[in-house]
């Protein structure tokens, strides 16, 4: 059945090169001494380490737990111990570090226990968290988590699943291989997406220069029969960049994406062939994502696709491909998208589909960069019908609120526009620079935002602690007050038994005293003694009178 | 009817206030760096313009002809204006903060813009009715307005552009602003068709 | 002349009686300006602007009792963004008030670290952690680099760190064309 099939604006039509990396089958590599497995290998967070030098891991043994839902497991690709948990040079443009696992195999290839998983009768949350723990992503080279993938639009109903063997790079045959010399797996793959996402139908959309791929895989669709079902391979014209997600939807559905909508919204979901196989090793045969297939091509005696292990250096790669004495240079990708690596010891990871060597012959240096003329050529090119000139004019003068306002972050970087450019301007440098900065400003905004929310919270902590600091001590201004006067009224209580003592004391003594008669009188006159007690009475009058209570006094 | 759609067009494009006219200079150079501003400022001028060439037509006609005071029509116009101006930024901050947002600073430099002098001045040289001097203060701002916004998008532009260090900001400001004038000059050609 | 003095006096009172009564009657509390300068502004609140936090210096910027060049972490880019803002011209950063440093994060000197709390009472975002006679250690993930924990520490165990870029926080550099010499590299 012949399918009505669509066009995307834009595209080149650039040397492809595929044809040298295709004469042999896909080749095994030799362990190498050591495997530094990066942990980030995903979009998202990254994976928190699960072992320790010294310890000793088996092949598929997870050695990073996925770090929140936005993140994919990593495994050990294969048995031996761990040498080192370190940061080390990352297959990045930046040279930077990040950390690994490095690992030293010991030949033995000792799996760990793996069965198949039976995904049919398990919930969905319940597959995407093992498609997460097998550490399955993107391997088109987004490396975006598949997990996340495996679920519908809340609004719409799946339709049409799209697997994606377009592969529209120069240089770049993985894919192509993979379908020639794998195509069940794929299949069985596609017939797993297709189960878990409902899908009406699946179209697996592969360029027309790979005829090999395409007769291939029909050839095991017939052989499959009602596992295939629904199961389409759709020859596609050959136009570079038909391999990118939203250009091959429009070719194959028709329909156009808009800015800001996903491709769920119109029930449309896209899928890398090489993602199919992987989960598909992963859901019946409970094998993680742990090797993938890398085109070794360029400036290179021997072109060929090898099944490599994540985390072999990529000069351990590049070996048996015989690399030529004037290559300077080793690129991830291809020569459209590539990225340039800080060197040749970097580690081959999810993301890498292609290892590309240069020199100057193959990749000349760029010519000067001359003035935009606004000749309209990169927007007659730009398949995401984009203004790449207005784009590169605001990236240019760091205008980046403009540059987002003519949808900076729709360009998928493909470099149509610099390839067909006149001036021969890097635009996509431009466009990069740009999205980096305007990520470190959301960044820098963010970081702001919260110091500012913390201070704030900091200032009215502060405030209530003054407060209840405040109303903790009136209180016990207020208990101490009330306790002294307490204290008050309890000595007055207190002050009467200590008066009546010493009133009693005193008593006592007069008493003793007035029992006492002086002896120094016996001797006297009469008369005398008449008048000493004359006078012991007037002294006792007086001392009568002092002991009466005062308003009883005369 | 047409002569009030000659005085409209005139006013806009023909002889427009900053290009031709060369008022209005001093906003048309320092709010047109940004595009968003320019159109604030536009609105706020148009809005103020309008009004202040019926107020001040009232004012001369009314008060100032009957006592044949006519030499103190400079000094009454701008005492007049300024106080437009400032009741308006007043009144526009309370009743619509949005619109206060967007006019914002630009509300009290309109005091200062010579066009919104020079504008109810011409009206009365012309010897135009009030509805006359409505149009023409309204037509004149638009003219303003055009200009000032199509002055900013290129500035905007500017920005990013390769200008050698010595021509950089007024100067090639003012060259630009130079041959939009000649451009603008064209449209005296619209006569022909009167 | 006096009824031009009068035209003139009847127009002055006029105007300044309806202007008089638009001030009081349309009066507005408030103001925008000092939330958007806020926004601009690091957050840091490290004080170097010479105002006890960033939102005090917004505050005296919108009453123009401040420099828009007062602000060492917002840099040239922050002064860019404020004379944006303000419809002012740009200029470099006042000397006075401090110096561009790369983005850095306090760190803390574990082993010399006697737990003194200082430090956590003068930080301003709460991003130190500990308890008297306990060992403190600050969250640099919250750090904003204001550096107000330095002078009160008592053992000076405190230092600035700058951020390193992690290959998250990598930025793809500016395009710039080398220039090559014609006729190979050998000259």
Redesign the interface.
């Known amino acids: 059945m012949l399918r009505a099939l669509f066009k995307f604006n834009g595209g080149v039509k650039p040397q492809t090169h595929k044809l040298d990396s295709v004469r042999e089958s896909i080749g095994q590599i030799p362990l190498p001494a050591e495997l530094v497995i990066p942990l ?1 290998q995903s979009i998202g967070g990254t994976p928190r380490p699960l072992v320790k030098a010294g310890e000793k891991v088996f092949k598929g043994q997870m050695i990073g737990a996925a770090d929140g839902n936005v993140s994919a497991a990593v495994h050990a690709s294969t048995s031996g111990t761990v040498k080192a948990v370190e940061m080390r040079t ?1 297959a ?3 040279g ?1 570090g ?1 950390l690994c696992v490095v690992i030293e195999p010991d030949g033995e290839e000792a799996w760990i226990e793996t069965r198949p998983v039976a995904w049919r009768s398990l919930p969905a949350g319940e597959v995407r968290d093992i498609l997460r723990d097998a550490g399955i992503v993107g391997l088109g080279g987004a490396v975006f988590p598949s997990h996340l993938k495996v679920q519908g639009s809340r609004s719409t109903k799946f339709k049409t699943l799209i697997i994606n063997g377009a592969e529209c790079e120069p240089f770049i045959t993985c894919d192509d291989m993979q379908m020639r010399e794998r195509p069940a797996g794929v299949l069985r793959g596609a017939a797993i997406l297709r189960d878990l996402l409902q899908a009406e139908e699946v179209l697996i959309g592969i360029e027309d220069n790979k005829p090999e791929a395409i007769a291939s895989m029909r050839a095991a669709v017939a052989n499959l029969g009602d596992t295939a079902r629904d199961i389409q391979i759709v020859p596609i014209p050959t136009r570079y960049p038909a391999g990118g997600a939203k250009q091959l939807i429009r070719v194959l559905t028709g329909i156009e994406v808009p800015h800001g909508r996903r491709s769920t919204d119109y029930g449309v979901q896209c899928f890398n062939s090489g993602t199919a196989y992987a989960i598909h090793e992963a859901l019946e045969f409970g094998r993680p994502l742990i090797s993938r297939i890398v085109t070794v091509a360029g400036n290179v005696e021997a072109p060929r696709n090898y099944e490599i292990l994540f985390g072999t250096p990529m000069r351990h790669a590049i070996a048996p491909t015989r690399a030529k004495p004037d290559s300077d240079r080793v690129i991830m990708g291809g020569p459209m998208m590539g990225f340039a690596m800080p060197n040749p010891d970097v580690p081959v990871i999810k993301a890498t589909n292609c290892i590309l060597v240069g020199s100057p012959a193959l990749f000349p ?2 010519e ?2 001359m ?1 935009c003329i606004r000749c309209g050529e990169c927007a007659k090119a730009c398949p995401a019908d984009l203004q790449p000139f207005e784009l590169y ?2 990236s ?2 760091k ?1 980046f609120g ?1 540059a987002q306002e003519y949808a900076l972050f729709d360009c998928i970087e493909c470099g149509c526009c610099a390839y067909v450019c006149p001036s021969h301007i ?1 635009l996509v ?2 466009y ?2 740009a ?3 305007i ?2 400003r959301e ?2 905004k963010a ?6 929310e ?2 704030e ?2 200032l009215a902590r502060e405030e209530r602690e003054k407060q209840e600091k405040a109303a903790k001590l009136a209180a016990k201004a207020a208990e101490t007050r009330a306790k002294l006067a307490a204290e008050a009224a309890a000595t007055a209580a207190e002050d009467d038994p200590k008066k009546a003592l010493i009133a009693a004391a005193l008593a006592r003594a007069q008493a003793q005293k007035a029992e006492i008669q002086p002896d120094n009188i016996e001797q006297l006159t009469p008369a005398q003694q008449a008048e000493v007690a004359e006078i012991e009475a007037r002294r006792a009058q007086i001392r009568e009178i002092a002991h009466t209570p005062p308003e009883n006094k005369p | 009817m047409t002569s009030y759609l000659f005085i409209l067009l005139g006013a806009v494009l023909v002889n427009n206030v900053v290009l031709v006219r060369i008022l209005g200079l001093c906003p048309f150079m320092g709010v047109s760096k940004k595009l968003e501003t320019a159109i604030g400022m536009g609105a706020a001028t148009t809005f103020v313009l309008t009004l202040g060439c019926g107020t001040s037509y009232v004012l001369d006609v009314w008060l100032l002809q009957p006592f044949d005071l006519a030499y103190l029509r400079t000094l009454s116009f701008i005492v007049t204006i300024a106080a437009i101006v400032q009741f308006t930024e007043l009144v526009v901050q309370k009743t619509s903060p949005g619109l206060h947002q967007m006019l914002g600073i630009y509300l009290p430099l309109i005091t200062t813009n010579c066009a919104v002098l020079g504008i109810p001045l011409l009206n009365i040289n012309l010897k135009h009715n009030f509805i006359e001097s409505l149009l023409f203060g309204f037509g004149s701002s638009v003219g303003f307005t055009l200009a000032l916004v199509l002055f900013a998008g290129l500035r905007e532009r500017l920005d990013g552009a390769d200008i050698p260090t010595y021509f950089k900001g007024t100067a090639i400001a003012f060259v630009t602003s130079g041959l939009m004038s000649l451009a603008f000059m064209g449209f005296a050609g619209l006569d022909k068709f009167k | 002349m006096i009824s031009a003095i009068l035209v003139m006096a009847l127009g002055a009172i006029v105007l300044g009686a309806a202007l008089g009564y638009a001030s009081i009657r349309f009066k507005v509390e408030g103001d925008p300006l000092v939330e958007k300068i806020d926004a601009v502004l690091p957050q840091t609140q490290c004080g170097q602007c010479g105002f006890p936090g960033c939102k005090p210096y917004a505050t005296a910027i919108a009453k123009g009792e401040a420099d828009i060049n007062q602000c060492p972490p917002g840099g040239e880019e922050g002064i860019r963004k404020l004379a944006e803002l303000l419809g002012r011209e740009v200029k470099p950063l006042s000397e006075e008030h401090g110096v561009e440093k790369p983005k850095s994060a306090a760190v803390i000197d574990e082993n010399l670290c006697i737990g003194c709390t200082l430090c956590i009472q003068a930080c301003p975002v709460d991003a130190i952690v500990g308890a008297a006679k306990q060992m403190h250690t600050v969250v640099e993930r919250l750090c904003t680099g204001c550096e107000l924990c330095l002078p009160p520490c008592p053992v000076n165990c405190i230092a600035m760190v700058p951020i390193a870029e992690s290959v998250d926080t990598w930025k793809w550099r500016y395009p710039v064309f080398r220039m090559m010499p014609k006729e190979g590299k050998a000259a």
């Open positions: 980030h990352m990045h443009s930046s930077l990040t240096p760029p000067p960069e003035p004019w605001f240019r003068a205008q403009k890097p440098d431009y990069r620079f999205k980096s900065e990520w470190d960044r820098e970081a702001a935002d919260a110091a500012r913390r201070y919270f900091r």
